[in-house]
């Protein structure tokens, strides 16, 4: 394989992996774009549902309609979270809703450990496996899968915030809360939506990244999400194109990092990243400065 294959395998294995990372991203900057509100339950809503698909899987329930369960699941845990953790500390100190997400991350973990314990697991979808060549380089079927699956994602996600009246009313609440309700604008449903569509998209990444890896494990959705908040940094946290594209650099980054140094430094290289663009761009690569008027 000559230096310029190499590399190029690498961009398409980084990429595999960032689209991963992209799409959990969406759903945790979405939530923080609203309410300006870390989201820590976010990973471990991600591998919860994981798990919920893997169980439905292996008790015979077909592909078609297991995934979609479980998604469905990760809607319902985001409205639960929103409810339990975030709604009753809304006007609190910052702190507050931090350190219950966290307690409410801490309880989901535990149950998933009581339910599944922590084996390590194979992910019981398998894409055919086949490898077709592009610019001299091997691409496999499942990364072409994960990849077009990801964009349709963001896709539709940005199509939905964009273009419909719900999405319109999601941009109100974001730019100024207290106006969106003076003009009827229901606040409590549509940040109980944005947490659903957040917890929804959490599995959505969870599922691509055990059919990506074959693998689904307790602590899947902590590593997870630490890369999605660096991803929806490097984007612009609140920009659903940014998160996406933030995502992608990231992996393309590890995968460079892995490839041409060490593997070991693969989780290095990704607070690094994250220092850098707090340092040289704080408002991400597609966010605006955040103008406080006094």
């Not at 230096?3 to 990429?15: E, F, H, K, S």
């Not at 995934?67 to 929103?82: K, R, T």
């Not at 307690?103 to 450990?113: F, P, S, T």
């Amino acid at each position: 394989m000559t230096p310029v294959d190499y590399l190029l395998a690498q961009i398409v294995n980084g990429l595999s992996a960032g689209c991963i990372y992209a799409v959990a991203a969406i759903g945790y900057s979405m939530v923080f774009g609203v309410l300006q509100m870390h989201n820590f339950a976010h990973g471990d809503t991600l591998m919860f549902g994981t798990f919920v698909a893997l169980s439905l899987m292996l008790a015979g329930v077909p592909v078609v309609l297991a995934l979609p369960l479980a998604i469905f699941l990760g809607a319902a845990i985001g409205y639960a979270v929103e409810r339990i953790a975030f709604r009753p500390t809304r006007g609190a100190h910052r702190m507050v809703p931090t350190v219950s997400a966290i307690g409410v991350a801490l309880i989901i973990r535990n149950a998933a450990q009581s339910l599944w314990g922590t084996t390590t697991q194979a992910f019981p979808i398998a894409i055919p496996a086949s490898t077709f060549k592009l610019f001299g380089i091997g691409i496999s079927t499942t990364q072409v899968a994960v990849f077009v699956t990801a964009c349709v994602l963001m896709m539709a996600t940005q199509f939905f915030v964009n273009r419909t009246l719900i999405g319109k009313a999601m941009r109100a609440v974001q730019q100024d809360a207290d106006a969106a309700g003076y003009m009827g604008i229901p606040v409590n449903r549509v940040v109980s939506l944005v947490y659903m569509i957040g917890g929804a998209l959490g599995v959505a990444a969870g599922i691509l990244f055990s059919i990506n890896y074959n693998t689904v494990f307790l602590m899947m959705g902590f590593s997870v999400m630490i890369k999605a908040f660096v991803s929806a940094v490097i984007g612009g946290i609140g920009n659903i194109r940014g998160a996406f594209i933030g995502g992608l650099l990231l992996g393309v980054i590890e995968a460079l990092t892995a490839g041409y140094l060490s593997s070991g430094y693969r989780d290095a290289i990704t607070f690094v990243v994250l220092i850098l663009v707090l340092l040289v761009r704080p408002q991400g690569l597609l966010g605006r400065p955040m103008v406080v008027k006094v």
